[in-house]
């Protein structure tokens, strides 16, 4: 009881907090001023003939609370409601983030994979494997803990889909580089998602230091997990599909869209499971079992824009740069940078020649699987909750993702660009 009434008291006390400081307002204003910088962020990065998205990470880096605290006229009390907001909209994100994984999601087109051959399973898995096992064996020698070293090699595997799609939509590219680079995108994120889920509960038992490697609740839950999620994502998709084949009514469809990935994310909390994963499958569900071309991303490509502005300002605005002063962070994460960047880029290269890929997806795919975001800050996040038991271990992880998902954020999208360019498949203003 003792707890309960602590709790209570606790949770008291946070209420008038919020109310003494009107954060509830302060929340519009803050979203209000985070949309005026996404379209001040448009107009420069259209200026300077940037990716949109670097844009958004650059402004969100530039009013993290960390980078407003060293403003001397600012009060402190501002800085604490500030800091406070910027934590605490994270369902914003995973919001943006759904919609990220289900577009990835309905971007795997059956046919397309037909189409493309084995080029594309030979790259997404040569170059997600390189990333899981050259990262963390790097980290783990320069003294990282193992279990730690599983679950940073885990997120390495993923990339950024977001920024991905970004890049290509913005320059409409279309070409054999661009129909692979998203495919692979998809499938790379997908094994990324399937790894975390089958390694963190081994990370957690090396944590523990004991257990057999053969327990049933370290092999069999985890696949049991991910199965769960992707049945639930498919029948949500094939529900949603079936429904909008048959309306014309665009308000309906895009409706129906909206609350089969809300509705998927909800039952995936509720359940447990994942809801990255759940997500992936409804929109590869919907973009697969539909007889006809549905038109997905028309419907959704508006809707869109602001959310994924949100997501990479947010990003942006998360890095703690107060707890990356120290030269160990800044080792490790230079050895996680560079090696996942060297294994991404030469797993590709090397399954690219191996299955005898077109020319451009030999020599340029390597440059468009560099950015890392959405993903992998999402499993970043949840080694934060999943891994309590070790929180400066747990800090270390999501501080490292947050600090070379920015500096890939902003570099990445620049490096796609230039690789559709080289490829001859992006349009020039």
């Known amino acids: 009881m003792e707890n309960i009434i602590v709790s209570s008291s606790e949770l008291y006390q946070l209420e008038q907090w919020l109310q003494l400081n009107d954060l509830q307002t302060r929340a519009i204003y803050l979203l209000a001023f985070f949309l005026l910088l996404s379209l001040l962020a448009v107009v420069i990065s259209k200026k300077y003939s940037l990716p949109i998205v670097v844009g958004y990470v650059l402004f969100g880096i530039l009013i993290s609370p960390d980078i407003l605290g060293l403003l001397p006229?600012?009060?402190?009390?501002?800085?604490?409601?500030?800091?406070?907001?910027?934590f605490n909209l994270d369902y914003i994100?995973?919001?943006?983030?759904?919609?990220?994984?289900?577009?990835?999601?309905?971007?795997?087109?059956?046919?397309?994979?037909?189409?493309?051959?084995?080029?594309?399973?030979?790259?997404?898995?040569?170059?997600?494997?390189?990333?899981?096992?050259?990262?963390?064996?790097?980290?783990?020698?320069?003294?990282?803990?193992?279990?730690?070293?599983?679950?940073?090699?885990?997120?390495?595997?993923?990339?950024?889909?977001?920024?991905?799609?970004?890049?290509?939509?913005?320059?409409?590219?279309?070409?054999?580089?661009?129909?692979?680079?998203?495919?692979?995108?998809?499938?790379?994120?997908?094994?990324?998602?399937?790894?975390?889920?089958?390694?963190?509960?081994?990370?957690?038992?090396?944590?523990?230091?004991?257990?057999?490697?053969?327990?049933?609740?370290v092999l069999l839950v985890p696949f049991l997990n991910i199965i769960a999620a992707v049945v639930l994502g498919l029948g949500i998709g094939y529900a949603a599909q079936h429904y909008i084949s048959y309306v014309d009514d665009k308000t309906k469809k895009v409706i129906s869209i909206i609350t089969a990935v809300v509705l998927s994310s909800a039952l995936s909390l509720f359940f447990g499971l994942s809801s990255l994963i759940t997500n992936l499958a409804v929109g590869f569900s919907i973009r697969n079992f539909a007889e006809k071309n549905l038109q997905i991303s028309e419907y959704l490509d508006t809707l869109t824009i602001p959310l994924?502005?949100?997501?990479?300002?947010?990003?942006?605005?998360?890095?703690?740069?107060?707890?990356?002063?120290?030269?160990?962070?800044?080792?490790?994460?230079?050895?996680?940078?560079?090696?996942?960047?060297?294994?991404?880029?030469?797993?590709?290269?090397?399954?690219?020649?191996?299955?005898?890929?077109?020319?451009?997806?030999?020599?340029?795919?390597?440059?468009?699987?560099?950015?890392?975001?959405?993903?992998?800050?999402?499993?970043?996040?949840?080694?934060?909750?999943?891994?309590?038991?070790?929180?400066?271990?747990?800090?270390?992880?999501?501080?490292?993702?947050?600090?070379t998902a920015a500096i890939t954020e902003i570099f990445g999208p620049l490096l796609t660009k230039e690789a559709l360019i080289r490829s001859g498949e992006a349009e020039h203003d």
């Open 93 to 217: 994100t995973q919001i943006a983030l759904a919609f990220i994984v289900f577009t990835i999601g309905s971007e795997l087109s059956i046919r397309t994979f037909k189409r493309l051959g084995k080029n594309i399973y030979l790259i997404a898995l040569f170059e997600a494997l390189a990333a899981v096992i050259f990262t963390a064996l790097a980290v783990y020698l320069i003294g990282v803990p193992a279990y730690a070293a599983v679950l940073l090699g885990a997120i390495a595997a993923a990339s950024a889909p977001a920024s991905t799609v970004m890049v290509l939509k913005e320059y409409n590219a279309e070409g054999p580089l661009s129909s692979t680079l998203m495919a692979v995108v998809g499938l790379d994120n997908t094994l990324a998602l399937i790894i975390f889920g089958l390694l963190s509960p081994l990370s957690i038992l090396m944590i523990e230091g004991g257990g057999a490697f053969l327990s049933i609740d």
């Open 308 to 403: 994924y502005a949100m997501f990479f300002i947010f990003a942006g605005a998360e890095i703690r740069f107060s707890q990356m002063a120290s030269s160990t962070f800044i080792y490790t994460a230079l050895v996680f940078l560079t090696v996942r960047i060297i294994a991404k880029v030469g797993g590709a290269f090397i399954a690219g020649r191996i299955s005898d890929a077109h020319i451009n997806v030999k020599k340029y795919i390597g440059m468009g699987l560099i950015p890392q975001g959405g993903v992998a800050i999402a499993l970043a996040f949840s080694v934060q909750k999943q891994f309590s038991q070790v929180p400066e271990t747990a800090l270390l992880i999501f501080n490292l993702i947050i600090l």
């Open 73 to 86: 006229f600012l009060e402190s009390e501002f800085h604490h409601w500030y800091e406070f907001l910027v």
